[in-house]
Each structure stands twice: as structure tokens, then as C-alpha cells.
Nanobody
Framework: QVQLVESGGGLVQAGGSLRLSCLAS????????MAWYRQAPGKQRELVAT???????NYADSVKGRTTISRDNAKNTVYLQMNSLKPEDTAVYYC??????????????WGQGTQVIVSS
């Protein structure tokens, strides 16, 4: 069994910063790519950023230059540092990971989400 648990969301004023964390735990053998997605009210879930096991990153155009994804493989944790936040960044942010378990089964796992609200 694998779990992803996000933390770090909250209410912040426009122009502020937040750092989200996502801890993966359970019967993990290898964590491959990790990612952050977000879903705003009434909208589809969208990809925010990805990071490979080797540290290669990619960002959505909407957050590029304001956001940094990073990971600590020793801690099975992925981070999302968001700066210069805008009201349109308001959403539930979800962690996602491609994980190979010790049972040698591979799956795509999601966290429960953490709410980010940016006030204008």
C-alpha cells in the first residue's frame, strides 16, 4: 500500500509565497516521476510541474518563472515552491507519483489534495 500526503496549502495574499510538500510512504521500492497538478473550481485538473527521478523538471506555462518543483529522494518527498502567487493560482493542489512497490507492481498514485487560496 502506498500513500501520498500533501501539506503546506493555505490562504495567502497575491504576491505571496507558499511551499507545498508531498510525502510518499508505504511499500515503496522506487519512485519514478513525481508531479503536481491543480484543479480550480469548475475547471479540469491541470498539470503544474513534473520532476523525473533524475531531477529533470517541466512546468506549465502559467507557472513558469514563479514556481520550482524539487524532490528529496531520501525522504520520498516532492516540493512545490510557489512565488508571486496570483488569484488565478487558487485551486486544490494534488501530488502525483509513479511508484514501483516492493511487490514489483507499478502504479500511479494521487494524494488527497491541499487547498491553496490566493486573495487579491
Amino acid at each position: 500500500q502506498v500513500q501520498l500526503v500533501e501539506s503546506g496549502g493555505g490562504l495567502v495574499q497575491a504576491g505571496g509565497s507558499l511551499r507545498l510538500s508531498c510525502l510518499a510512504s508505504g511499500n515503496i521500492f522506487v519512485i519514478n516521476a513525481m508531479a503536481w497538478y491543480r484543479q480550480a473550481p469548475g475547471k479540469q485538473r491541470e498539470l503544474v510541474a513534473t520532476i523525473s527521478s533524475g531531477g529533470t523538471t517541466n512546468y506549465a506555462d502559467s507557472v513558469k518563472g514563479r514556481t520550482t518543483i524539487s524532490r528529496d529522494n531520501a525522504k520520498n518527498t516532492v516540493y512545490l515552491q510557489m512565488n508571486s502567487l496570483k488569484p488565478e493560482d487558487t485551486a486544490v493542489y494534488y501530488c502525483n507519483a509513479d511508484i514501483l512497490t516492493r511487490l514489483m507492481t507499478r502504479g500511479n498514485y494521487w494524494g488527497q489534495g491541499t487547498q491553496v487560496i490566493v486573495s487579491s
